[in-house]
């Protein structure tokens, strides 16, 4: 299909054309529907992008995908509707459809909104809708609220009933730190690297529970002297400083930050953040800064030690690839949330503009910080290591690590761009 070609190529004006026009011919599904939006909000056409969205979930209600995309969308834009409305509205027509409740109950999730969450389960369970999907909702929302047993009894069901499966294995594991039981934890961390030993969500709360344990083992996983590595990111040619290529770049991503509000799925509060791959787009400057990244990235890599057994050091590689890239501009009070990324190796933070008061402040505001949990689970962790932002620096470190921003109050805008990196053969 041209359509997705152009889009492929970031021809969005083109992508748009041929996306309408399929959606014309009477091609109307959600993949459709999902694309023409973005091909609009690329072209600054965000009416007409909400105009789609609220097609496609009139066109294809049971569509939980689209439902929870058009939701995002709308709480990105600060339009001043019910984001929710429209899900709220197609459940009670299909009350059994499992993908429009965990549409549902994922976004509530995301607002921390674990009232609103336990009653919409009371209502599906009078459907006698009892998929592993609902339980799981219910055992982590149980946990949120801090009613542990009610949730550790879930958990344990769910165990029961598919001792493989690693998406419920790992939110009990998450459970059991919070509840105080980092040794089964552990164990169940341990289960799921056996099935599958990249996996990064496993090593980050394996990783933690060893803290908690008091296991050497953490400081093996978590060598936060040797695995965070600032790098300044030099100009292309063609630059008189570094100072003048960053200001070029700020003017660039300035114009590609079009919401209002942080995505809902997301570490970032209090900023925006910007769509899709942005080394996908047809603009010099940014292509030029991405290889000035990628030319920083290797020689990074390249000083790393031979440890093949080791689950970050030993999936280096001859070559490097981008999993994802993005911006994202804070305001005043704005902070990342402490997570860490379940899909990269080598995940990253490069400060591309700074409040004064970030840049010549004595104290850690607006730093990036590592090795504190999520503040959800409620545990005693202090950061292993705090590092202080520079526009052109580069912060690399392993996607599994704990990271986040400290918050800071100040008129001007903390401004970065972020990517993910996987080893290549």
Request: charged residues 25%.
């Amino acid at each position: 299909m041209k359509a997705n070609h152009h889009r492929g190529e970031a021809d969005f004006d083109l992508a748009a054309e041929a996306y309408d026009r399929a959606r014309a011919g009477g091609l109307r599904d959600a993949d459709t529907y999902q694309n023409l939006a973005e091909a609009y909000y690329e072209l600054k056409q965000l009416d007409k992008a909400i105009a789609v969205l609220n097609e496609a979930v009139s066109a294809i209600p049971g569509s939980g995908e689209l439902h929870y995309i058009r939701a995002k969308f709308l709480w990105e834009a600060q339009t001043g509707e019910d984001h929710l409305a429209a899900l709220k509205a197609a459940i009670p027509q299909q009350p059994n459809n499992i993908g429009l409740w965990g549409a549902y109950f994922d976004l509530l999730s995301h607002q921390g909104r674990y009232e609103d969450i336990m009653k919409g389960l009371s209502e599906a369970y009078r459907f006698n809708i009892r998929a592993p999907r609902m339980s799981l909702a219910e055992a982590v929302t149980l946990s949120s609220l801090g009613q542990m047993e009610e949730a550790t009894a879930v958990f344990e069901r769910l165990l029961a009933h598919d001792p493989r499966h690693a998406s419920p294995k790992l939110a009990f594991a998450e459970h059991l730190m919070k509840a105080g039981d980092a040794e089964r934890a552990e164990g169940l961390c341990a289960e799921v690297l056996v099935d599958d030993p990249g996996n990064q969500k496993a090593w980050t709360f394996r990783g933690t529970a060893w803290q908690l344990l008091g296991d050497e083992r953490a400081d093996w996983l978590f060598d936060f002297d040797r695995m965070v590595n600032p790098i300044d990111v030099q100009a292309p040619d063609g630059y008189a400083s570094r100072d003048a290529f960053f200001i070029e770049v700020r003017k660039e991503l300035e114009a590609l930050h079009r919401m209002q509000s942080h995505p809902l799925d997301q570490s970032l509060r209090g900023g925006t953040q910007t769509n899709g791959f942005l080394f996908r787009l047809k603009n010099p400057v940014l292509k030029a800064l991405q290889m000035q990244i990628r030319l920083a990235v290797e020689s990074v890599v390249a000083t790393f030690p031979d440890e093949p057994d080791h689950p970050f050091w030993g999936r280096r590689s001859r070559g490097i690839d981008f999993s994802g890239a993005w911006s994202v501009w804070l305001r005043s009070q704005g902070y990342h949330t402490n997570h860490f990324h379940s899909q990269g190796w080598l995940s990253s933070a490069l400060y591309i503009a700074l409040p004064e008061e970030v840049r010549s402040g004595t104290g850690t505001d607006g730093h990036i910080q590592f090795g504190v949990p999520t503040a959800e689970m409620g545990l005693n962790l202090p950061p292993r290591r705090i590092v202080k932002p520079e526009v052109g620096k580069l912060v690399l470190f392993p996607s599994y690590m704990w990271h986040g921003t400290i918050p800071f109050s100040s008129d001007e805008p903390r401004m970065t761009v972020a990517f993910d990196v996987v080893p290549t053969s």
